[in-house]
């Protein structure tokens, strides 16, 4: 599996992605997730030309994504609006790989975590957030932007279902390297499609 910078012509490809990656939620009663549309071409755009869209692409196949991560930054972390892995590529460490990628990003732009939103009960939400390194916030621990981010999934309904705010720390270069950390040996894999919790306010962060 590889990753590399989105390009112009991917970008339907993510809203597909989008879409396939939502499917699983109808399964646990939450058919308005599954339902949600996906990111706005240009909102995919925007974030392409910022540099912080990113794909996942295998290895000896044709170029066309299989995963995507979208972020920006929000009170000096790098908010990882959207991550989503298609269920066909699911539980390869694709999403971390991305989370990866963001966290390299966000060392060389001075940033010292990464933060997200998700679901609080979605097996393949903050539980998996949690493998991977991620903290939950308490209410006091949200920055002014958090808080808004927040705001805005309680407008769009997304309060229906409990969700939090996570954060995963980015060591300095040469401090812990690109990372984020490796996976217990003896956690256990949650079930269902890896990871996305519908979060751009809406999935995240599947």
Do not use: K
């Not at 539980?91 to 997200?116: E, M």
Request: hydrophobic share 40%.
């Amino acid at each position: 599996m590889r990753i590399r910078p989105a390009a112009p012509g991917d970008l339907p490809a993510l809203q597909e992605i989008e879409r396939a990656a939502g499917a699983p939620f109808r399964d646990l009663g939450m058919p308005e997730v599954a339902d949600d549309a996906p990111p706005a071409l240009d909102t995919l755009e925007r974030h392409r030309r910022a540099h912080r869209c990113w794909v996942a692409v295998e290895d000896g196949r044709e170029d066309r994504p299989v995963a995507y991560l979208i972020a920006e930054p929000v009170d000096g972390a790098l908010h990882v609006e959207q991550v989503s892995v298609h269920p066909a590529a699911a539980r390869r460490g694709v999403g971390r790989a991305l989370l990866a990628r963001a966290a390299d990003r966000a060392r060389a732009d001075g940033l010292t975590a990464l933060t997200l939103t998700t679901f609080a009960e979605v097996p393949w939400n903050a539980p998996y957030y949690a493998r991977l390194g991620f903290r939950t916030l308490s209410e006091a621990e949200l920055t002014p932007g958090l808080r808004r981010i927040r705001a805005e999934e309680a407008a769009h309904g997304l309060d229906r279902w409990p969700r939090v705010c996570m954060r995963a720390a980015v060591p300095p270069a040469g401090r812990g390297g690109a990372e984020l950390p490796e996976r217990r040996p003896d956690a256990q894999v949650p079930p269902g499609p890896e990871p996305g919790s519908g979060q751009d306010y809406r999935r995240q962060v599947r």
